[in-house]
């Protein structure tokens, strides 16, 4: 079965934006909503992985291959001024919600571990590139998004 999706741009734009996110698929829309209409991108390259990228505090090869393809393709190649580290609301590469005494607690998890990631990858990645990084919390009237300063 063949399906047309229409009007798609393939001519070479601008790409100002990398983002890496959780693959949690509860998360898709609204994490596209967020760096679309939130933070005002329309076009970025995705990066998705389980736990977004929590697993360079492992310094292991997930690292390696990540800083790799951030510089060749979405620096060299699309000319990527930033690269924002999106993590979620009840994620499962920390065990969910459940994990936490509180979402105080799960919060500044996020926030220790978004630092922690952001200072390892900012010293191999170059000067050029900023990191900015963003997570989501439940709130009533839905997901918050949050930038992290
Ligand atoms: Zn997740």
């Known amino acids: ?3 047309i999706v229409p009007n798609v741009d393939l001519d070479a734009h ?6 890496i996110r ?6 898709r829309e609204s994490d596209q909503e967020y760096v679309v209409k939130g933070l005002g991108y329309r076009h970025f390259d ?18 390696t291959a990540l800083l790799e393809k951030i510089v060749s393709v979405s620096r060299n190649l699309h000319n990527v001024k930033k ?8 994620c499962g590469g920390y065990g969910g919600s459940a994990a ?3 979402a105080e607690a ?6 220790k571990d978004l630092r922690a990631v952001r200072d390892i990858l900012a010293k191999e990645l170059p000067e050029d590139l900023e990191i900015i990084m963003a997570y989501s919390r439940a709130v009533p009237e839905g997901l918050k998004y949050s930038v992290l300063e």
């Open 14 to 19: 601008e790409c100002p934006l990398a983002v």
């Open 106 to 111: 799960e919060e500044e998890q996020y926030q």
């Open 83 to 90: 690269f924002l580290l999106l993590w979620h609301w009840d």
């Open 100 to 102: 936490f005494e509180s």
């Open 46 to 63: 995705l990066f998705g992985w389980p736990g977004s990228a929590k697993e360079v505090l492992k310094n292991n090869g997930f690292k």
């Open 22 to 27: 959780c693959v949690d698929w509860r998360f």
């Open 1 to 3: 079965m063949e399906y």
